[in-house]
């Protein structure tokens, strides 16, 4: 079998008969793809650490019919201060599930993978999960193609000036009430949450780290992008949903 070495950041993992595990691999070099590690459920396995949930790593993989095998591997980061927090592995589990659910198989973008794993990093040392999160959403909806319209009405194109802004998840971003009736969708929101969105969509990890929105802000960015979500993906992913348990409980 043809064999090849990637990058990669794991997704979801399934476990498979007694032994095994399905793993889906999001890797820098071919995109999204399935793969099975065979054995890595023994105890002595050296697949193991390859196969725990964001796992980053370099991968040998075997081309398969049906699935691709991982037959080496080396792991570069297993995060554990993110696994030793339990509202770092939600917001990290949000951000893996969210990439499986936004993207098509095969189809590679270095960018996106840098980006996952900045974010990843970011988890690691410390900072705000709720920025790194925010921050995240609005770069991936953007590099899937639904890039939100913040400068200027999605309808009209006037300029936003006003102090308190509106947003529409169901037409794509902030809209004016003078070009129409608003949208059934329509949220109202600070022009500093606003302006904190426009920061963070073309952030690096310096500035996403260096960010220090108030807590108004990221209730109406978390409250914005989950809406945005739910109406692209058409249903609410379970680990926002614990995302937003945990929050409740505090």
């Known amino acids: 079998m043809p064999v090849y070495r990637a990058n990669a950041i794991v997704l979801r993992r399934t476990n498979l008969g007694e032994t095994d595990r399905i793993l889906t691999l ?16 023994r105890p002595a396995s050296r697949l193991a650490g390859a196969t725990e949930l964001f796992n980053f790593g370099r991968y040998l993989l075997a081309t398969g019919k049906s699935l691709d095998v991982v037959t080496q591997s080396e792991t570069r980061e297993s995060f554990p201060n993110i696994r030793a927090d339990l509202n770092r592995i939600a917001y990290a589990i949000y951000i893996v599930e969210l990439v499986n659910e936004t993207i098509e198989d095969r189809e590679p973008n270095p960018d996106l993978f840098d980006t996952i794993l900045s974010c990843m990093y970011l988890l690691e040392g410390g900072v705000d999960p709720e920025v790194v999160t925010r921050a995240f959403e609005l770069q991936l909806m953007a590099a899937s193609g639904y890039r939100p319209r ?8 006037t300029p936003t000036s006003t102090q308190k802004v509106n947003f529409s998840p169901s037409i794509g971003g902030v809209v004016c009430g003078q070009c129409g009736p608003l949208p059934e969708d329509t949220m109202t929101i600070h022009h500093e949450t606003l302006d904190t969105m426009k920061a963070l969509l073309n952030a690096e990890a310096a500035q996403i780290r260096d960010s220090r929105p108030s807590e108004r802000t990221l209730d109406e960015m978390a409250n914005v992008m989950r809406w945005y979500i739910r109406y692209r993906l058409e249903r609410e992913l379970k680990s926002s949903e614990f995302i937003q348990a945990l929050k409740a409980g505090r």
């Open 26 to 41: 999001y890797t820098r070099e071919h995109g999204r793809l399935s793969a099975i590690a065979k054995g890595s459920r």
């Open 150 to 157: 913040l400068e200027s009405c999605a309808r009209c194109g």
